[in-house]
């Protein structure tokens, strides 16, 4: 056994630098021969502790489009929402969203992701209790409006630092061939949040009937509180599991094959940086004794030279991959993205995330306009009837495209592989979306349902997915967090345009020139997928290692 273990440590330190790490990554990458969405128990468990997360998420993302509804009877007598406050309400968590993803990305990649991990779900729960206190009784309808959309800007911040921890955390911990089906499951608790969402509405409504439709109407007040106040339950049931979740293995390795792989160029640039600082100095020291000895000559009191600049000497070919023990690691960041092959694909994972929300949340979070068309826009009936009608059609949306596209990705994420299904789920979208705006007030009914959840199940079975995906698994562990967060602003922006534009726009130049604008969105989407590789089966910090032994060859050769 001794012998044994003792030939496996040779046959490790035997190999190359870049080949050992690749041996050193791939020790837990091992394959169990069962199906890629057959999880383990442990993955079922990491599934539940990030998934739980993403899927408060949706929830608290999208119950804003029943919560509007409802203080449109608790505070203007069932009339519209000012235009202006209304969407600064339902863009409030994107907005946040959008500090969130920079914030604790950075975090993320700089502190460890066990420092980081939680926090986020604290400030979910804090800003979810926050949201159910607004004084609608004693401040004006605006002032109600105002504190609302406030404490949703807190809530997204929370929301918003999910999607880096969530993706990282998991795309740390998978097997790499099940990495993307791993990354796909936690995403489609966006459709679980999304429907349960709609179910609970549907729930408290039915519990509020006999008072509301006694023409307690201002009793809606309750539902909506008691609607939000129900996503503090799996908040909490998760907290505690988040904030005790070890540093991940591969994070680890990460951070020693980084340390290995540059401790003999950070040994040969500190002796290149002595011989500099003693060349240095030596001029230093004979340029001082000239002055002195000229300064003596002429009866003048000679002067001391200040030498701390020249303890701080920074080589200027340093290789920018040599940061294991450097704390700056901004500039790691800015450095690695400096080129243009790693540049290349940041711009290809926050295009695609910008482009797909402007469409994806411009319709997702107008939903009015759809249930108007296909007869669940609850205008008829009384404030409950009407209120219930809208819940059941959110439900029916969810239910038939958001749910099933995501289970498709999870069944072929590893054998389509992410860029073909990205682009096919671009494609298939823009198709639905100009059979929508071409034929907007001639579809019936039922053919307006049906492209409509065609429609949702290619933004699932596509690009829904597949963008949050693809920075979790092309980026190497080092900046994966950053990039996804960065990646996730850009998309989040796009939800605010959508968010704040779309009423305005409708009104203007009408929904099916709306509609026409998202189909231009998922074509240029499709376009920029382009510019990204295929990630299946691609390890990042495999290809990184190779890329740090490149730059010291090439440098030795200088």
Excluded at 100 to 115: N, V, W, Y
Excluded at 514 to 522: D, E, N, P, R
Aim: include cysteine; aromatic fraction near 12%; charged fraction near 20%.
């Amino acid at each position: 056994m001794a012998s044994q273990e003792h030939h496996n440590l040779a046959t490790t330190e035997s190999r190359p630098s870049t080949h050992r790490n690749k041996y050193d990554l791939e020790e837990f990458e091992r394959n169990d021969g069962r199906p890629a969405f057959v999880l383990t128990f442990t993955e079922v468990k990491l599934l539940g502790i990030a998934g739980v997360g993403f899927f408060l998420d949706a929830y608290d993302l999208f119950i804003i489009n029943p919560v509007t509804l409802m203080l449109q009877y608790r505070l203007y007598g069932g009339g519209h929402l000012p235009a202006r406050y209304e969407g600064f309400v339902k863009a409030g968590a994107n907005i946040g969203s959008v500090i969130g993803q920079f914030l604790f990305g950075f975090l993320a990649d700089s502190l460890g992701r066990k420092a980081v991990y939680g926090k986020e779900l604290m400030l979910i729960i804090l800003a979810t209790i926050l949201t159910m206190t607004t004084p609608t009784g004693s401040l004006s309808p605006e002032g109600s409006l105002i504190y609302l959309g406030i404490f949703r800007i807190l809530l997204g911040i929370g929301v918003g630092g999910d999607y880096p921890m969530s993706a990282t955390i998991t795309s740390d911990r998978a097997n790499l061939r099940k990495r993307g089906t791993m990354l796909a499951y936690i995403f489609s608790n966006q459709g679980w949040g999304s429907f349960m969402g709609s179910l609970v509405t549907l729930i408290v409504l039915a519990c509020y009937k006999g008072t509301m439709e006694a023409g307690h109407t201002s009793k809606v007040d309750g539902v909506w509180r008691i609607i939000v106040g129900i996503s503090l339950i799996p908040a909490f049931g998760t907290l505690y599991q988040r904030l005790t979740l070890p540093e991940s293995t591969r994070y680890i390795s990460s951070q020693k094959k980084d340390q290995e792989d540059n401790q003999d160029e950070i040994d040969r640039l500190k002796k290149l940086q002595h011989e500099s600082d003693t060349e240095i100095r030596s001029e230093e020291t004979a340029a001082t004794n000239e002055k002195e000895k000229a300064a003596v000559e002429v009866g003048e009191r000679p002067s001391t030279v200040d030498k701390s600049a020249t303890d701080a000497i920074v080589d200027p070919n340093a290789d920018p991959m040599e940061v294991a023990t450097n704390k700056a690691h901004f500039k790691e960041f800015i450095a690695y993205f400096s080129q243009w092959k790693h540049f290349k694909l940041l711009i290809g994972t926050s295009m695609c995330w910008l482009l797909l929300d402007v469409a994806f949340y411009g319709i997702n979070l107008n939903q009015n306009v759809v249930l108007q068309q296909i007869g669940f826009d609850g205008k008829t009936g009384s404030p409950w009837t009407r209120l219930f009608k809208t819940s059941t059609g959110g439900m029916i949306i969810t239910a038939l495209g958001f749910v099933p596209g995501y289970y498709a990705s999870i069944l072929t994420i590893e054998y389509l592989g992410r860029k073909w299904i990205q682009i096919q789920g671009f494609l298939a979208a823009a198709l639905f979306l100009g059979i929508l705006a071409g034929q907007f007030n001639e579809l019936s009914k039922v053919s307006f349902i049906v492209c409509f959840a065609l429609l949702q199940f290619f933004f699932n079975f596509g690009a829904n997915t597949t963008t949050y995906c693809y920075p979790a698994e092309v980026f190497p562990t080092r900046f994966r967090a950053f990039a996804h967060g960065i990646s996730a602003a850009c998309g989040k922006v796009g939800a605010i345009i959508s968010a704040l534009a779309f009423n305005t726009l409708s009104q203007d130049i009408g929904t099916p020139a709306v509609l026409w604008i998202f189909f231009g969105c998922c074509i240029m989407g499709a376009v920029f997928t382009l510019l990204l590789p295929e990630v299946k089966g691609r390890d990042p910090d495999v290809i990184l290692a190779e890329e740090i032994r490149e730059m010291r060859e090439a440098k030795n050769r200088k």
